[in-house]
């Protein structure tokens, strides 16, 4: 539905375009009003679609600011000063927006529940990109290292089975799983893209660190994590968890159970240059449990607040549920 909703809005957004052109070109700008009337909510649709689909927006950005460039270029050598005028504006403002969501801020909408209670389906969050380095703009290169992530942080990342190209031996790197973790990897897999998705964790363990899960309880270097109760309402237990520093609250199913949330020993050694991940929302969250590790260089960044929520497109935005993330 939203691939489709995309793709219709860019065209048609391409069309209004150069009825722009031609009514300013050919009528002296008779209709032009009525053309931008017309297309205002076109590039708010494209713009929704892009972040249901959890696509990639440095890409799109990137490439509006260089089209916007080309488009002000070939403007110059026409007669129509407000189109060199609007590109040019296009231009200057796209640069500006690329160059802080590169390396400042960016944007990012929570398309699923796995890190309920903290955060909500629908929330929209601003991602700390230079809290751990400068990132390649167009890539998930780091150009600048800064810091790494501490135990216990939100982390934005790409993981690899949400790129196409990628293999499980990236998850996996010394080739340690299981028909189980086969079978997930491949199952999960089929949702990727060519550049993957950003997805939001906690990061639980580093390189090195050994990782027991079991009958919903967590177990690090031999140490069972620290937890106290919040509340329970007969369906789900809300538990503060402490790792190192950092304190949060998970999210608990009493009645549910499954080979990844209950039973038998779970037990993982974080292999060099990867990270360990979880959801908050224990219980209905796919993380390192089922896909494996994140390479250290497919973080994209420290989600840092909310600043709106918008659940549906029909729906109002709103900003009641802003906050600072921990």
């Known amino acids: 539905m939203y691939e489709l909703l995309l793709i219709a809005s860019t065209i048609i957004i391409s069309i209004l375009f150069l009825a722009w052109v031609y009514s300013e070109k050919k009528l002296k700008g008779k209709f032009s009003k009525t053309i931008s009337t017309i297309s205002f909510p076109f590039p708010l649709i494209a713009l929704y679609a892009v972040f249901r689909l959890n696509i990639n927006f440095g890409y799109i950005l990137v490439g509006l600011t260089i089209i916007s460039l080309l488009i002000w270029i070939i403007s110059r050598q026409t007669d129509i000063s407000k189109l060199q005028k609007e590109a040019r504006s296009f231009f ?61 942080e939100m982390v934005a990342f790409i993981p690899e089975h949400t790129i196409c190209s990628s293999s499980i031996q990236k998850a996996y790197p010394e080739s340690d799983f299981n028909n189980s973790q086969e079978y997930l990897w491949q199952r999960y897999s089929e949702a990727c893209t060519p550049l993957g998705l950003t997805f939001v964790k906690r990061l639980i363990a580093k390189e090195g660190d050994e990782v027991i899960y079991k009958n919903k309880e967590l177990i690090i270097n031999g140490k069972k994590v620290k937890r106290e109760f919040i509340s329970s309402d007969g369906e789900e237990i809300l538990i503060s968890e402490t790792i190192g520093e950092a304190s949060y609250s998970i999210r608990i199913l009493e009645n549910y159970r499954n080979q990844l949330t209950f039973g038998s020993e779970q037990k993982w050694i974080v292999p060099e240059g990867h990270y360990f991940v979880l959801g908050d929302n224990r219980d209905n969250s796919a993380d390192s449990r089922s896909w494996g590790f994140v390479p250290k260089q497919n973080v994209v960044g420290k989600p840092y607040l909310i600043w709106m929520h918008w659940e549906c497109l029909t729906c109002l935005p709103s900003f009641s549920k802003n906050k600072f993330l921990k």
């Open 92 to 152: 200057l403002i796209l640069f500006a927006i690329t160059i802080f969501r590169s390396f400042i801020y960016e944007p990012f909408q929570i398309p699923t529940e796995s890190m309920i209670p903290q955060i909500q389906v629908g929330d929209f969050l601003l991602v700390d990109k230079f809290s751990y380095g400068l990132k390649n703009p167009v890539g998930k290169s780091t150009l600048v290292n800064v810091t790494d992530p501490k135990i216990g």
